[in-house]
């Protein structure tokens, strides 16, 4: 196949796949409620054992304490990303706070909060 | 040996097919409200993936070619280009990926070229195009050295090797359910891909296979999806980004991370490199062996099921550490 050719079917195809999948409503992020966010947990950590879950007030992150230490769970598009807080910065965004992981894989979250909920976030995500 | 053998590039001219396939799978879930899910950003991403993929091909390419046009020099055999020898240079070719993709598994040097494709947390057509950038470093060409010095054609083989992919494409989806029984017991098909890419301890390390079911059968590694046990598509621990550029290389900064900490000896740092996925040299992390019997000592019913029927491990004092 000429080059010209495959490079216009590969960029037209890239950018009309994804117009169509905003535009009819796939780009929203996973709502959690307490619930959901405890089966995601156990999801993406089954040998844990849920102590309780605060959920942000838009939904989209939850702060998971378990018997072994504070983790975080937030909206990855349709699904959920985990992780425990072991080795991270906690950093103050206009916003909230900004989560970074020191992970490749996972680099940074950044968590919505009002002003109530930043300071008791604040509390449970330091170390015991 | 040299001579003028000229074979098309299948995946190539397949692009025009995926694209109208994915349109097709994206209305028929929209349309019946059922057969998989589909996310923007997720799909992006594995698009990006596959056109990189291709890309990687017109850069690193030659490398693999010329090893085995070399290889082609060398070998006194030459089966030629008939019909038989190109369906009988398919079928061995799809043995050939069997151990590939099997060694892509449990060795965490190709894993991290592997990873990629397993890195979406969905299941659907454009899942199917999300492949590495990096799998010229894995060095796996080798495994397609017998096929040149046995007398297929290098281009020939490559051939046959686009058209496994092509195969490969349309059983990345969740619309279809089963195959006819007939089917289902001789080729790979959506509900044995499906395992395949699934999370759960049941699935991990099973249906390696392309296009042929019967290499899992014959090796030991088939595992049928089961209706109770639904399938949790990604990896066993989720990646948090949509770079591309992280999801090409993630895995391949976590083995130089691992392998170049201060400490370690020769055979450990070998081990992050080589050994399988979860390999850790204190414990604190869990392979498939350790996972799939720590499942078993959560939930016992599941000893002797699909899955679990060749486990006699118990977790060790080792692995009951969490992982990081």
């Known amino acids: ?128 | 040996m040299t001579d003028h053998v000229s074979f098309p590039d299948a995946v190539q001219w397949a692009v025009p097919f995926f694209i109208a396939a994915i349109l097709a799978e994206f209305l028929w879930i929209a349309i019946k409200g059922r057969g998989g899910r589909y996310e923007t950003r997720d799909a992006v991403t594995s698009l990006i993936m596959g056109a990189g993929n291709i890309a990687s091909g017109f850069l690193l390419g030659f490398i693999a070619y010329a090893f085995f046009m070399w290889l082609w020099q060398i070998t006194p055999l030459n089966l030629g280009t008939s019909i038989p020898v190109i369906i009988l240079c398919f079928v061995l070719d799809d043995l050939r990926y069997y151990w590939v993709h099997r060694f892509g598994h449990r060795i965490r040097w190709v894993w991290a070229s592997h990873v990629n494709h397993h890195s979406s947390q969905h299941y659907n057509l454009t899942t199917a195009l999300r492949q590495t950038w990096t799998y010229t470093f894995t060095f796996m060409m080798v495994v397609r050295a017998p096929l040149i010095l046995l007398g297929f054609h290098p281009a020939m083989v490559l051939f046959v090797g686009g058209l496994n992919l092509i195969y490969q494409f349309w059983i990345h989806t969740e619309a279809i359910g089963k195959m006819p029984r007939w089917f289902e017991a001789i080729m790979n098909t959506p509900s044995h891909h499906r395992a395949h890419h699934g999370r759960n301890p049941r699935y991990l390390d099973c249906n390696y296979a392309g296009v042929f079911i019967i290499w899992d059968r014959i090796f030991g590694t088939f595992v049928p999806e089961q209706e109770d046990d639904k399938v949790d598509y990604g990896l066993v621990h989720n990646i948090g980004t949509f770079n591309p550029l992280r999801v090409a290389f993630h895995e391949w900064v976590g083995i130089w991370k691992d392998a170049s900490q201060p400490g370690l000896t020769v055979r450990q740092r070998l081990a992050y490199c080589f050994a399988p996925p979860g390999y850790s040299h204190d414990g604190s992390r869990d392979n498939s062996e350790q996972i799939k019997a720590k499942h078993l000592a959560r939930h016992p019913e599941d000893r002797g099921t699909p899955g679990f029927d060749q486990l006699g491990a118990k977790p060790s004092a080792a692995t009951t550490t969490k992982q990081a």
């Open chain 1, 1 to 128: 196949m000429p080059l010209e050719i495959l490079l216009v079917l590969v960029v037209g195809g890239i950018a009309g796949v994804t117009l169509l999948l905003h535009l009819t409503g796939r780009s929203r992020l996973r709502l959690l409620t307490s619930e959901t966010a405890s089966d995601q947990w156990l999801r993406h950590f089954p040998d844990d054992t849920v102590i309780d879950v605060t959920v942000a007030h838009d939904g989209h992150a939850a702060l998971v304490r378990t018997e072994t230490g504070a983790g975080l769970l937030w909206s990855f598009g349709a699904d959920t990303v985990a992780r425990h807080l072991l080795d991270f910065d906690r950093i103050d965004h206009p916003e909230g706070f900004e989560v970074q992981f020191h992970d490749f894989s996972t680099p940074r979250v950044i968590i919505h909060l009002d002003d109530t909920e930043r300071r008791h976030w604040q509390h449970l995500m330091e170390p015991a």
